[in-house]
Every structure is written in structure tokens, then in C-alpha cells.
């Protein structure tokens, strides 16, 4: 059975940092490019990050600088590091593993900037 289990999201000031977690298990992680995206409140989910089983990096325009996303093979984890923290960055944060043998999605995380 595949798992994605996203933690650390939380409520943070403007400016402040929050480091989320992706935990997988029942995949081979590395043969996974891994993504994560958001989705606000009355809003699409949108994509903010991607990294593929290289390492190559892909950003949305409006985390660039802010954001990194990074992967842990060994531990079968995917992080992204969030620093300077925005209230437009409020949203429920989704992990998604992607490749030719399956998508997958976590239940999401919930981070919170308030002004």
C-alpha cells in the first residue's frame, strides 16, 4: 500500500519559516519525481515545486528564492524548506509522487501565515 505522509506544516507570523515533510512508503522513492503543490482556500491547487530522480529543480514564479525543494532517497522523504513566509502562502500543502508507474497523492498539510 502506498503512503504519503506530509508534516510540519503549522502557524507561522509573516516572515517567519516552516519546513514540511513527505514521508513515502509501499514505492520505490527513487525511481519518483516528487512535487509539491497548494491549494488556498477557494482557490485551484496549483503546483509550487518539483524535483525530479535527478535533482533537477522547478519552481512557481511566486516562491522563487523563497522555497527549496529537496529530496532524501535514503530516507524515502521529500522536504520543502518555506523561508520568508507571506499570508498569501496560506494554504493546505499537498506531496505528490509521479512517475511511469504510478501518481500519488498525501492528505495534504495545512500551513498558515498570518500577517
Known amino acids: 500500500q502506498v503512503q504519503l505522509v506530509e508534516s510540519g506544516g503549522g502557524l507561522v507570523q509573516a516572515g517567519g519559516s516552516l519546513r514540511l515533510s513527505c514521508a513515502a512508503s509501499?514505492?520505490?522513492?527513487?525511481?519518483?519525481?516528487m512535487a509539491w503543490y497548494r491549494q488556498a482556500p477557494g482557490k485551484q491547487r496549483e503546483l509550487v515545486a518539483r524535483i525530479t530522480r535527478g535533482g533537477s529543480t522547478t519552481y512557481a514564479d511566486s516562491v522563487k528564492g523563497r522555497f527549496t525543494i529537496s529530496r532524501d532517497n535514503a530516507k524515502n522523504t521529500a522536504y520543502l524548506q518555506m523561508n520568508s513566509l507571506k499570508p498569501e502562502d496560506t494554504a493546505v500543502y499537498y506531496c505528490?509522487?509521479?512517475?511511469?508507474?504510478?501518481?500519488?497523492w498525501g492528505q495534504g498539510t495545512e500551513a498558515t501565515v498570518s500577517s
Open positions: 509501499g514505492i520505490v522513492f527513487s525511481r519518483f519525481a
Open positions: 505528490n509522487a509521479n512517475s511511469v508507474w504510478g501518481e500519488y
